[in-house]
């Protein structure tokens, strides 16, 4: 009830996502419909069915991803402490969400029912003079379990997923810092992050602090800069009598080189002759308290909290690139060269369309990470540093969509490419699961850059207390726009014109 | 309570001022002063007075329903939106109870923001931005970003953004709000020490006794009126719950 009662009282944008929502199910519900009618039209041939029946996976997976990111950006579901302290929490609100999903995915197939019976002249009679009798089963009783499971899939498979998505998490769990003594007896989390391919990713070598194999001389470094730092925070640590928490749990992780000096500051105390660094991480002396604890117990008096409210409510901008680059990249190669020798072997090209678009979406966060800092680079005034780096930022966020929209276009553009001659190819089901899919991503992508809008709204408000001017804000939107497309257009065509070569051979 | 200033002496100047917030529920009602240049007056009263609305009203960033508001002999009250946005940027700096500060930015890149949004060069706004984080004891956090720092920290290089441009006047809206004691002092001293170097009139809004010490002339609110002395009615008597919980 509180799910309907929410969904009711919503702006007119929300609506309106809601709705788009509601017809990419019912698109996608019709296209499952039409694969069902053809297969009873046609019992003899599963063969030919099945594939039809796989086909609609891409639509399905379309409106799947569109509907999270609707949920991701419903103000509705959003936590709120008051509202928590009612019972509303995260837990609760997820629920929420599922269901106004799940409302507007039962609403799209109710609608693709009522329009397949319709179309079948079940309701009244046949319409366009039954010329899309051959795929409905016109005429043939309609199995009605069926017909459920069918309709049933994009409202439980949207829900679910929304569901899993925004399931309630610890925004970074207070991170058991496990100190364990390293090769050297050198101690701090030097072993902890090596995970498999870590070492030979790109960039792994070039940040600054991602040296847990860098070995001792920047832990030397480090460690006598912060030591210099120790001694004059002394008189702050004895005044505020708490953690430091100067390496809080937003980025953990993120900068393990830092992790020594970190792991010092909450646990153990340095020695008195501190000055020299390679002293006290080479050798913990007996009276340095290092037991290999986790900085949650008997050593600290308190875990360390999460810092101020801020953090909270802004998730901490990634430093580092998304990761994803040399992958998609090689994906993307991969794929391309898979197509180009397939020589119209149907699998082999599905295959090839498959990492292709795999890389591009892979590749995508990026590449647009690489555009932002393209924009904010040499020098930038105001404007291109806020349309830089609000990109690196949201890099991924927008990244993925775009990837995904990308992915789409070029293999539409291959696809007119090689049925251009013969436009019979294009039946009535195939325009509109081919219009269901572009939708959908497009307006994911759209939806994204809104949630973009909504995260940084406060950011926005203060730039607007500042005395920024709002038309510099708009135009670096449109400067970031701008930006991608620069990138990401060129980028599609020749994807699209690299995968439509062989054919055209 | 002093008499008036005369309004040519008063870089801001405020009369008769009604505001109601757009929801209906009342803001302030008929408030007048006067800020002189390079003082440093604090606005004081409880929560909900309405000195965060008075100081959006000066600064303004909304519209005031009847009343006057001069800067500078410019009567601000008249002006429009975008007029005032310009005038904001270029002669009002603001420091927000919480410390927003945009997040991609790095330390020096926030503080430096107004003066690149008002045109001046890159390396200007460096070089003023560097210097004033200097001055606020955060110069060693000038490359780290926001969510590296502490909330203190984050409240100096706010700070530091309003004073990097050198404003006419700034507006601190409970500027150490979310600051323990020791860091509310230091930053409000910081602050206020800047501000008097650099003959920056500063409107301080605080409902705490101690960091209105620090101003030259306090101005106190009550329901959105000016008062001479502000006299609540004491705390409830707790005698009859200690009664009560004895006898239970």
């Known amino acids: ?505 | 309570m002093e008499a008036e200033a005369p309004p040519d002496n008063d870089v801001l100047w405020a009369r008769s001022l009604h505001f109601r917030h757009p929801d209906g529920s009342p803001g302030l009602a008929g408030v007048s002063l006067g800020v002189r240049e390079g003082e440093i007056l604090a606005v004081t009263g409880p929560r909900g007075s309405g000195k965060t609305t008075l100081l959006r009203c000066l600064s303004g960033l909304v519209p005031v329903r009847s009343g006057e508001v001069w800067f500078n002999s410019a009567p601000l009250h008249t002006l429009g939106p975008m007029r005032r946005e310009r005038l904001r940027r270029d002669r009002f700096g603001w420091i927000d109870p919480a410390p927003v500060l945009v997040p991609e930015l790095n330390a020096w890149e926030n503080a430096a923001l107004p003066l690149m949004l008002r045109g001046a060069g890159r390396r200007r706004a460096k070089v003023a931005a560097l210097e004033w984080l200097e001055r606020l004891d955060v110069g060693d956090r000038a490359r780290n970003r926001p969510h590296e720092l502490q909330q203190a920290e984050r409240q100096r290089v706010a700070i530091a953004r309003a004073l990097a441009p050198a404003p006419t006047v700034l507006f601190a809206d409970e500027p150490t709000a979310p600051l323990h004691r020791a860091d509310r002092n230091h930053v409000l001293r910081t602050l206020t020490t800047a501000a008097r170097s650099h003959g920056i009139t500063v409107v301080l809004a605080t409902h705490d006794a101690d960091n209105a010490a620090l101003a030259d002339r306090t101005v106190a609110l009550l329901d959105g009126r000016r008062v001479s002395t502000v006299h609540l009615p004491d705390a409830p008597e707790t005698e009859g719950r200690a009664a009560w919980s004895l006898s239970v």
Not at chain 1, 433 to 445: F, Q
């Open chain 1, 1 to 505: 009830m509180v799910a309907l009662r929410l969904t009711r009282a919503a702006r007119p944008a929300v609506q309106l996502r809601r709705l788009l929502v509601a017809a990419a199910s019912a698109g996608t519900g019709f296209l499952l419909l039409s694969c069902f009618g053809y297969a009873l039209n046609h019992p003899e041939a599963a063969d030919a069915a099945a594939p039809r029946l796989a086909w609609c996976t891409v639509p399905l997976a379309a409106t799947v991803y569109f509907a999270i990111a609707v949920a991701r950006t419903d103000p509705g579901a959003r936590p709120l402490t008051g509202l928590s302290a009612v019972g509303l929490g995260p837990a609760r609100l997820m629920a929420v969400s599922a269901l106004t999903t799940a409302l507007s995915c039962t609403l799209g197939s109710l609608l693709a029912l009522l329009v397949f019976l319709d179309l079948r002249g079940d309701l009244t009679g046949m319409p366009f003079d039954g010329a899309a009798a051959g795929f409905l089963a016109a005429g043939r009783h309609l199995p009605v379990p069926a017909t459920l499971t069918l309709l049933g899939v994009v409202p439980a498979l949207a829900s679910t997923t929304v569901a899993l998505a925004l399931r309630p998490t610890d925004p970074r769990p207070a991170a058991p810092l496990l100190r364990r003594y390293g090769p050297f007896g050198a101690y701090g989390s030097s072993m902890a992050r090596e995970t498999f391919g870590a070492y030979g990713r790109f960039g792994a070598r070039l940040r600054p602090g991602a040296g847990d194999a860098r070995g001792k001389h920047a832990r030397d470094r480090h460690g006598r800069d912060e030591h210099v730092q120790d001694e004059q925070g002394q008189d702050e640590h004895v005044q505020d009598g708490q953690a430091e928490d100067k390496h809080g749990p937003v980025d953990d992780g993120e900068r393990p080189g830092r992790r020594p000096a970190g792991a010092r500051d909450d646990g153990a105390q340095p020695p008195p002759h501190a000055g020299d660094g390679r002293a006290a991480g080479a050798a913990p002396g007996p009276g340095q308290g290092g037991t290999p604890t986790t900085p949650g117990n008997s050593t600290d008096p308190e875990p360390p909290m999460p810092e101020g409210d801020l953090a909270d409510v802004l998730p901490g901008p990634r430093h580092t690139a998304p990761i994803g680059l040399p992958w998609g990249i090689a994906l993307l190669a991969t794929g391309l060269a898979v197509q180009s020798y397939a020589d119209r072997a149907h699998a082999a090209v599905l295959l090839g369309w498959l990492l292709t678009a795999t890389g591009l979406v892979l590749a995508a966060p990026g590449l647009t990470h690489l555009c932002g800092r393209l924009l904010q680079s040499t020098r930038p005034g105001a404007l291109r540093l806020l349309a830089g780096r609000v990109l690196m930022a949201e890099a991924i966020r927008i990244g993925r969509p775009l990837g995904v929209v990308c992915a789409v276009a070029s293999a539409g553009y291959a696809m007119t490419t090689l049925h251009a001659g013969s436009a019979p190819a294009f039946g009535p089901l195939t325009t509109l699961g081919a219009l269901l899919v572009t939708g959908c991503t497009v307006a994911t992508l759209l939806t994204a850059a809104v949630e973009t809008r909504q995260c940084r709204a406060d950011t926005t408000a203060a730039l607007l207390r500042l005395g920024a001017p709002a038309s510099m804000l708009r135009t670096a939107a449109a400067l970031r726009a701008a930006a991608l497309l620069a990138l990401f257009g060129p980028l599609t065509l020749a994807v699209a014109a690299l995968a439509a070569l062989p054919v055209n051979r």
